[in-house]
């Protein structure tokens, strides 16, 4: 059982909030990932960490930002929300040893903004 | 563009029968590696293979690894109606090997 959790699993939000989604892992690993999961398609990575203080942006342009102050805690967030943020969100973390360790997944969050 | 690109996109097969799906990816890398979703939940790892191995098992799992073709396969053999789920790869360059890549996946689906 992977100890990397998802909050909240569904949010239904209106166009022009503010959102956090939040990804925390007790794992005590240096990399996170941020994946954006349309139903039933491929997993677009938007953001990645590889430690405190480290964030770089993925290959899918995304107006979301994410911060890493804490090892355990990798917040994704949408200043203002639209619908075409609507989709699955996946969070998962992994160690730092060149790559070579699997990624464990946390259940997602299903956005939808209406 | 992702890394990785699975094919066939969708499979369908009955319970007993082999399943097979097959991923090319772009640049040089460290591993690949194959994860499960079940119904758009969280992924799951199954197996990791390392660029200096061809061929690796893990139960009713065998995966290869070309290289030269910068292409792998997943066998999944005597498959049940459990395995009824979507199969992506997964792989980082050499370069920057915190930017962990999937391909689009496959949809398999096993009828009893």
């Known amino acids: 059982e992977a100890d990397i959790y998802q909050t909240p699993r569904y949010l239904v939000i209106g166009t022009g909030k503010k959102i956090t989604l939040e990804c925390s892992q007790t794992?005590?690993?240096?990399?996170m990932y941020w994946y954006q999961q349309d139903p039933g398609m491929e997993l677009h990575l938007i953001h990645y960490?590889?430690?405190?203080?480290?964030?770089e942006k993925g290959d899918l342009s995304s107006e979301s930002t994410v911060s890493r102050i804490r090892t355990e805690h990798f917040p994704l967030t949408l200043e203002s929300a639209r619908p075409s943020h609507t989709s699955q969100y996946l969070c998962?973390?992994?160690?730092?040893?060149?790559?070579?360790?699997?990624?464990?997944f946390g259940q997602g969050t299903r956005l939808t903004v209406v | 563009s992702q890394q990785g690109e699975e094919d066939p996109q969708a499979l369908s097969i009955q319970e007993g029968e082999n399943a097979t799906m097959n991923c090319s990816y772009k640049?040089?890398?460290?591993?690949l590696q194959w994860y499960r979703q079940n119904s758009g939940r969280g992924l799951v790892h199954l197996i990791l293979?390392?660029?200096?191995?061809r061929e690796k098992h893990s139960g009713r799992l065998r995966v290869t690894l070309d290289t030269s073709k910068k292409s792998s396969s997943l066998l999944i053999t005597a498959s049940r109606a459990a395995d009824t789920a979507s199969y992506f790869c997964?792989?980082?360059?050499?370069?920057?090997?915190?930017?962990?890549?999937f391909g689009a996946g496959t949809q398999v689906v096993v009828t009893p």
């Open positions: 998962a973390s992994s160690e730092s040893i060149q790559g070579n360790t699997e990624a464990f």
């Open positions: 794992m005590g690993h240096d990399k």
């Open positions: 960490s590889y430690g405190v203080n480290s964030t």
């Open positions: 640049t040089s890398i460290n591993n």
């Open positions: 293979i390392r660029s200096n191995e």
């Open positions: 997964a792989t980082a360059p050499t370069d920057n090997w915190g930017k962990l890549q």
